[in-house]
């Protein structure tokens, strides 16, 4: 079995691959294991590619706890794809061919059984439409292409081919009033100016024509100027509009993207974790996005704690705070984020994952903010990302600039570095790395999974009555609710057990529908308490409940009991009279 699924394997952990080929690859699984993978269409693009979404696990339609990862959906961050589907094709050898999972993934006897009763709901690529548009034509986008924006007449820059070349890429034009030199240690590659600096000075454009240019007038670009919606603005929690929040779309969910999302897990509440992956920095950002932790339920910070010791344990990416530590402007949250819809609103453990620790690699100083090592940069640490770039990346930022008449700007130079690799995205030879140590770490997030064990009694009084005891006990990490903030969330609802019955009736006024409540979990997250001999003690008997119904009659009982999060249960009982 384990050949089977390597002779199926498309490359993704060594390659890039485009819609196509992802297809291929989703279809491969698909039809190969029919008992354990399903493949659905969320929706569809405005190019009309599927947006697919993979679920692995034995009785694929069997509602029980379920885990949801995400990737791709900013255009240029293609490796989330491939992470995505990395954890797709490890569940499946879960089930199929264990003996072949890598020891780096460690593993237990314990974890594997936890897992194979865990759904995976894998949306490797949230934006095709993007992403096929950067892997073909090299150029930066956000999310979404669009052929034009309406009612707008102010000028702005369309990214096009404008050289013919296959690529659309940056233009640099020679300007006294230029903010930008070339290296002279790193030929091509540009460098901010500085005081010191003799020239020649220049200034960067995106690769593309000015629209509604009035002859004169460059404006400033932006990187939203021909693809206005960014996916991850365009959620409905805490959904802002475009004058204030950058890329949020004309209302919430108005792209089919995040609208094909929304629809599908908020009829899923059975998914308990949410993966979201981007690139690039090497970082897990975790809730708050609006508050600081202090404000943070704190039963929920200490289940993001064990994440965060599992994430540098097995990816060496510290967690940080989405509103602390990874805000662009300081306590200015960030309107319309998917997370904030995943952990507000469907009461998940639900987290960010940047993908791609360039910083690290690079050997960049750390920051006290995690997220103004994007941004605080000085000269000596843009020639660091230079340098490893020559000596680990194959000098793709090299920058092969070429003279062009531009229609508009006169004499320019077209070409300049390809981010893709090496700034968004891993080298190819290094994506295998990143998979795996993904995998590992999320693999013991789905292994928190609530699990509910029942065992039903039937107890014989007389003639033909009989007492139907039920014993229901959460062995699984996580409580029934998941967070305690999801409590209060009304579709949350408890543990409850029903009983239908043939030719026989309940006995003493019981009601056939008991509330049991949410059951505890084992798991105290980290650093929640209990650990230290001093306070060790646990928790009373809120990990189990008991119903029992005194029935008369013959024939069939049929208890059912679940939530909506960790599914139902159904067992059928004989009741027979006795003499």
């Not at 929304?262 to 975790?286: D, K, Q």
């Not at 793709?396 to 070429?402: E, F, H, T």
């Not at 130079?413 to 968004?424: A, Q, S, Y």
């Not at 014993?471 to 699984?476: A, I, M, W």
């Amino acid at each position: 079995m384990a050949a089977d699924l390597d002779g199926l394997n498309h490359g993704f952990t060594s390659q890039y691959l485009s819609h196509e080929r992802l297809t291929a690859q989703l279809q491969a699984w698909a039809s190969a294991f029919p008992d354990l993978v399903r493949l659905r269409s969320l929706g569809r693009t405005r190019e009309g590619r599927d947006i697919w979404l993979l679920v692995v696990g034995v009785e694929p339609e069997r509602t029980r706890p379920a885990v949801w990862v995400d990737g791709n959906m900013h255009a240029a961050e293609v490796s989330g794809s491939s992470v995505a589907l990395a954890i797709a094709e490890t569940a499946i050898r879960i089930h199929l061919a264990p003996e072949s999972l890598p020891g780096s993934l460690d593993l237990t006897p314990a974890l594997l059984e936890r897992l194979r009763e865990v759904l995976f709901y894998v949306l490797p690529r949230m934006s095709p439409d993007g992403a096929e548009r950067v892997l073909t034509t090299g150029r930066f986008l956000r999310s979404i292409p669009t052929t034009g924006i309406p009612h707008r007449e102010r000028a702005y820059w369309r990214v096009e081919d404008v050289d013919g070349d296959g690529l659309s890429l940056r233009m640099r034009k020679a300007d006294p009033a230029g903010e930008y030199v070339e290296s002279r240690d790193f030929p091509g590659r540009m460098l901010l100016r500085e005081l010191e600096d003799e020239g020649p000075f220049y200034k960067l454009y995106p690769e593309g024509v000015i629209e509604n240019f009035d002859g004169e007038t460059v404006p400033t670009p932006h990187f939203l100027d021909d693809n206005p919606t960014d996916l991850n603005r365009n959620f409905p929690y805490s959904w802002m509009p475009p004058h204030e929040q950058d890329g949020a779309g004309d209302f919430p969910l108005h792209e089919a993207e995040s609208r094909s999302v929304v629809e599908f897990t908020t009829g899923a509440p059975h998914i308990f974790a949410w993966l979201n992956l981007h690139t690039f920095g090497g970082v897990f950002i975790r809730p708050l996005g609006h508050k600081p932790d202090t404000e943070m339920d704190q039963s929920d910070l200490a289940v993001f704690r064990q994440l965060e010791a599992w994430g540098q344990r097995y990816t060496g990416y510290p967690t940080v705070s989405g509103f602390e530590e990874f805000t662009y402007l300081p306590n200015r949250p960030i309107f319309g984020d998917l997370i904030d819809y995943a952990y507000h609103q469907r009461g998940c453990i639900a987290y960010v994952c940047e993908l791609w620790d360039l910083f690290e690699q690079a050997g960049l100083p750390k920051q006290k903010r995690f997220v103004d090592r994007y941004s605080r940069l000085d000269r000596g640490d843009v020639e660091k990302i230079y340098r490893w770039d020559a000596e680990h990346n194959e000098g793709r930022l090299a920058g092969r600039w070429r003279s062009f008449s531009h229609p508009q700007l006169g004499a320019v130079e077209v070409g300049g570095p390809d981010t893709r690799i090496g700034i968004w995205n891993p080298p190819p030879g290094r994506l295998g790395q990143v998979c795996e140590g993904q995998a590992a770490a999320f693999l013991r997030v789905a292994a928190m999974a609530p699990r509910l064990e029942i065992q039903v009694r039937v107890e014989h009084l007389a003639g033909d009555l009989h007492r139907l005891h039920c014993e229901v006990v959460n062995t699984g990490y996580l409580p029934t609710c998941i967070l305690e903030s999801a409590r209060r969330l009304d579709w949350n609802e408890p543990v409850t057990a029903s009983l239908e019955l043939y030719k026989a009736c309940i006995e003493g006024g019981a009601r056939p529908r008991m509330r049991l409540g949410h059951l505890e979990g084992w798991g105290q997250g980290r650093h929640g308490g209990g650990a230290g001999p001093h306070f060790q003690g646990s928790r009373g008997s809120g990990s189990r409940a008991s119903v029992s119904w005194v029935v008369r009659g013959e024939g069939t009982a049929r208890l059912r009991i679940g939530s909506p999060r960790c599914g139902w249960q159904e067992h059928e009982i004989k009741l027979a009279h006795r003499r």
